[in-house]
């Protein structure tokens, strides 16, 4: 049985995070903890971003005896045209493979930039924005912004599959 870390307890990442693995894997098993990214609350880079997943995956495999830690970020980051949402994930096994993937990006309207410039946090934001509570938990802000085509759990779960790609690659290869 494969037994798998996931650093996180947001509803929809743990979701993408299953549905990925139960696409590959007959046998797995899942522990949910809550784990630190050791970024900002809100990465504003891809960097961060980055980092902050690598250290959800690589925090949440020490806590346990799994196989593979998984962790998923969410952020923004800046360009010349405007703000984006950008979203990675990192795959840490027990062997010490580290495997990086990032998923799609949208641009967020002027207000919710605006906004984060000033320090806010997207999911206190988009919960202000929508006039609903636990925004990030559910659809997030690219569900919302997207008019509900493509939603969180959806977004994270082709990040989790790249990484499970990946990752067969790499053991294929080892």
């Not at 050791?38 to 997943?53: H, K, L, M, R």
Request: neutral net charge; glycine residues 12%.
């Amino acid at each position: 049985m494969l037994k798998v870390a996931i650093g996180t307890q947001n509803k929809a990442k743990v979701e993408a995070i299953k549905n990925g693995f139960r696409q590959y894997y007959e046998n797995v098993s899942f522990d949910c903890l809550k784990t630190e990214s050791n970024v900002n609350e809100q990465p504003f880079s891809d960097q961060e971003t980055i980092e902050g997943a690598l250290n959800r995956g690589k925090n949440v495999l020490k806590m346990t005896e799994a196989d593979v830690g998984i962790g998923l970020e969410g952020g923004v980051t800046e360009s010349l045209y405007g703000m984006f949402l950008c979203n990675w994930g990192a795959l840490v096994d027990s062997s010490g493979h580290e495997i990086i993937a990032g998923g799609a990006r949208i641009s967020l309207p002027e207000e919710i930039g605006s906004g984060l410039r000033q320090g806010r946090e997207l999911g206190p934001l988009m919960d202000e924005f929508t006039q609903r509570t636990g925004i990030r938990h559910k659809e997030g802000a690219v569900g919302v912004f997207t008019n509900g085509t493509v939603t969180r759990d959806a977004m994270f779960l082709h990040v989790v599959q790249l990484l499970i790609g990946q990752w067969h690659y790499k053991k294929k290869r080892s």
